[in-house]
Nanobody
Framework: QVQLVESGGGLVQAGGSLRLSCAASGGIFSNYAMGWFRQAPGKEREFVAAITMSGGFSRYPDSVKGRFTISRDNGKNTGYLQIHSLRPEDTAVYYC????????????????WGQGTQVTVSP
């Protein structure tokens, strides 16, 4: 069983960048595909990125493609989400998640979740 802890959120001006981190422990990190989701107030949790166990393939929804980059360092048991050109509508709590084998794009496909990190983008 893997535990996940996100960090790197904060307050940033529109147009800025952030790199979120997801530190994993308690399991073999490379055995898990990883995803990032976000949840804004009053909205459902939505998928923003996923990466395979090896890091060789990633997937994004069209809404963030070109601005979000997911990556991972299995040697450091850490995953990352780089966000560029931040917009106020990116304001949300960002969660990392893990699941065995294949990547997924739905909340119910992931077995393990972090507690989230807040990203706030000011106009």
């Amino acid at each position: 069983q893997v535990q996940l802890v996100e960090s790197g959120g904060g307050l940033v001006q529109a147009g800025g960048s952030l790199r979120l981190s997801c530190a994993a422990s308690g399991g073999i990190f490379s055995n898990y595909a990883m995803g990032w989701f976000r949840q804004a107030p009053g909205k459902e949790r939505e998928f923003v990125a996923a990466i395979t166990m090896s890091g060789g393939f990633s997937r994004y929804p069209d809404s963030v493609k070109g601005r979000f980059t997911i990556s991972r360092d299995n040697g450091k048991n850490t995953g990352y989400l780089q966000i560029h050109s931040l917009r106020p509508e990116d304001t949300a709590v960002y969660y990392c998640a893990a699941r065995g084998l294949l990547i997924g794009t739905r909340v119910d496909e992931y077995d393990y979740w972090g507690q989230g990190t807040q990203v706030t983008v000011s106009p």
